[in-house]
């Protein structure tokens, strides 16, 4: 079945360093992609999403590459700033038994020190 | 703008107590879906109504029932609450067609 496994957390970074946060995914169909944040005390909230194999989502510096070939969608942002401390989803939506799902990754905790 | 508003935020229960989460979207979407998310597991779905008048079991339906009452509001019940069952609950909606999900900000609740 479908299922999403992300690079294992917590991360702790120094502000301004680069971040990568790794996503693969295992799907029966052609899934789209998304990367959704939870901020403390919040609900999920989307970041970014990709529909088709070569797009790339960005928002608020971050991006993200969907890549049919190496089924990943890996998290990315070029200067990290402690705003960013939270916890971050990768999921897929498919067609799964009738029904457009969504399945996410386990999560990875993001904390940015100044 | 409210989006998908969950009722309520926190609830502590006792075993064997029941309740009724509450969730309703002003977006006018189709789908809605119930998920509980635990720590190291992500969010994991339980169950899921993809119109008016159905739904469907998800993933970790074992102990809860839903009730799609119209097309704005998904309840989920607990009839009997266990210990396992202490989690946060996020309600959702699906925007067709771009297929981007729309969240509440969740129920916490504990089950002592």
């Known amino acids: 079945g479908d299922s999403v496994t992300q690079m294992e957390g917590p991360v702790t970074l120094s502000e301004e360093a680069f971040l990568t946060i790794n996503c693969t995914y295992t799907?029966?169909?052609?899934?789209?992609l998304f990367w959704y944040v939870q901020y403390p005390g919040e609900g999920l909230q989307l970041l970014l999403k990709?529909?088709?194999?070569?797009d790339k989502g960005s928002n608020k510096g971050f991006e993200a590459t969907y890549r049919k070939e190496t089924t990943s969608f890996h998290l990315e942002k070029g200067s990290v700033q402690v705003s960013d401390s939270a916890v971050y989803f990768c999921?897929?939506?498919?067609?799964?038994?009738?029904?457009?799902?969504?399945?996410f990754g386990q999560g990875t905790r993001l904390t940015i020190n100044p | 703008n409210a989006g998908v508003t969950q009722t309520p935020k926190f609830q502590v229960l006792k075993t064997g107590q029941s309740m009724t989460l509450q969730c309703a979207q002003d977006?006018?979407?189709?789908?809605m879906y119930w998920y509980r998310q635990d720590p190291g597991m992500g969010l994991r779905l339980i169950y899921y109504?993809?119109?008016?008048?159905?739904?469907d079991k998800g993933e970790v339906p074992n102990g809860y029932n839903v009730s799609r009452l119209n097309k704005r509001e998904f309840s989920l019940r607990l009839e009997s609450a266990a210990p396992s069952q202490t989690s946060v609950y996020f309600c959702a909606s699906r925007e067709p067609p771009g297929q981007a999900w729309h969240f509440g900000n969740g129920t916490r609740l504990t089950v002592t």
């Open positions: 999921a897929l939506s498919d067609l799964i038994q009738g029904a457009q799902k969504l399945v």
């Open positions: 977006m006018n979407h189709n789908s």
């Open positions: 799907a029966t169909g052609y899934p789209s």
């Open positions: 109504s993809a119109s008016e008048g159905t739904t």
């Open positions: 990709a529909t088709k194999a070569d």
